[in-house]
């Protein structure tokens, strides 16, 4: 029997973009997936706004995100029956706060609003301890939502941190402002920026949003949410650096639908989330406005990407989405909709609706315990 925790908003005014559902009175929904189906178990009300999460060892992490004050990091243990238990609260020192990565014994923090990084130590009590923070700037957070959205790529917003398994002192941070991917080195524990790169061969705006590493491919796959494309990356030995190798449309014969006047641009549809399966043979990314989840198969020698289709998600505003634990099926976060999707996924790489809505208020994160 899997347990499923959902993160979901319960607040808009505070959040870098605007919601459109209807809010939540809970951040977290535990749900129990029995005789394939979905069943709410529980909710947690004590985490608002809860954006993002990571599972390590019996812990649950649990990003705030709020452009308004400083966010929060909660921490919860998971008991035997995968209830929560509220352990600690931990400040990620910066505002939107949007992903976390685990490296070793290190909890890294990025925050999209103001560009801030965090590195923790993670304690055998599950608690963080402070190693450093990296910060840019702190006038961000006196502008406005609508500044934001119209003048973002004039300066940095830092949207995810990747690490590689072969080289655990390297991180790299896509700057969806700046349509760039930062390389850090982390070994001395702080954030010691070494290069950027600026991977758009053509001048337009990408925004890097997401990067995921093949599982046994010296590949990288980012999602750029403003151009609802998919960028493979070859990464020399020891990343010192990364290559373009190919961009793929996430909207295949659709894309000229949201071309902008001058075709420089996309409007009414946005990438949301990437993941690489497990077994290496896809990639899937969201589109927001499109409403649907682009699928790709892997060359398993090159890395590149086919198209296997693009499905809709039979919601609005897929933010997030995942496999559950046999790989076989996909869940996504319509959050607009207020539900969750389910598909099966097929040998090909299709996705299959099997017609299954969880009923779940502006869901925006899936995290099934392994």
């Keep these: 029997m899997d347990t499923i925790y959902v993160c979901s908003y319960t607040e808009f005014d505070n959040l870098a973009h605007t919601p459109n559902g209807e809010k939540s009175e809970a951040g977290i929904s535990i749900f129990e997936k029995v005789d394939g189906k979905f069943q709410l178990k ?38 035997s029956d995968g209830d929560l238990q509220f352990e600690a609260k931990f400040s990620a020192q910066g505002l939107s706060c949007c992903y976390f990565e685990i490296v070793d014994d290190k909890f890294l923090v990025n925050n999209y609003w103001d560009s801030s990084l965090a590195m923790y130590k993670i304690l055998p009590n599950g608690h963080l301890e402070l190693i450093s923070v990296r910060r840019l700037r702190d006038s961000i957070k006196k502008v406005s939502r609508k500044e934001h959205l119209e003048n973002r790529h004039s300066e940095e917003h830092y949207h995810c941190i990747c690490s590689d398994k072969n080289n655990t002192n390297v991180v790299f941070v896509p ?10 080195r982390i070994g001395s524990g702080e954030f010691v920026l070494e290069m950027s790169y600026n991977p758009a061969a053509e001048n337009l705006h990408h925004g890097p949003r997401y990067m995921r590493m093949h599982p046994t491919l010296q590949i990288a796959y980012v999602v750029n949410e403003v151009s609802s494309t998919v960028s493979v990356f070859d990464l020399k030995k020891g990343n010192e650096r990364i290559f373009l190798k190919q961009n793929i449309s996430t909207l295949g014969e659709d894309e000229h639908k949201y071309k902008g006047k001058h075709n420089d641009c996309l409007v009414g549809t946005t990438c949301g989330g990437i993941l690489v399966h497990n077994s290496g043979k896809f990639v899937i990314a969201s589109n927001r406005g499109h409403d649907s989840l682009a699928v790709f198969s892997v060359n398993q020698t090159t890395g590149e990407l086919s198209a296997v289709g693009v499905f809709s998600t039979h919601g609005r505003t897929p933010r997030h989405f995942t496999w559950d634990n046999s790989g076989n099926y996909v869940i996504a976060a319509c959050q607009d909709s207020d539900y969750l999707t389910v598909f099966e996924m097929k040998e090909t790489g299709e996705l299959v609706f099997t017609d299954e809505k969880v009923d779940v208020k502006s869901p925006n994160f899936i995290i099934f315990r392994k």
Excluded: M, R
């Excluded at 700057?175 to 850090?184: R, S, Y």
């Design 42 to 79: 529980k909710t947690v009300k004590d985490c608002p706004n809860a954006s993002f999460g990571v599972i390590h060892k019996n812990f649950l992490y649990v990003a705030e995100e709020s452009i308004l004050e400083l966010n929060w990091i909660y921490c919860y243990k998971i008991l």
């Design 175 to 184: 700057d969806l402002g700046l349509d760039k991917i930062h390389q850090f």
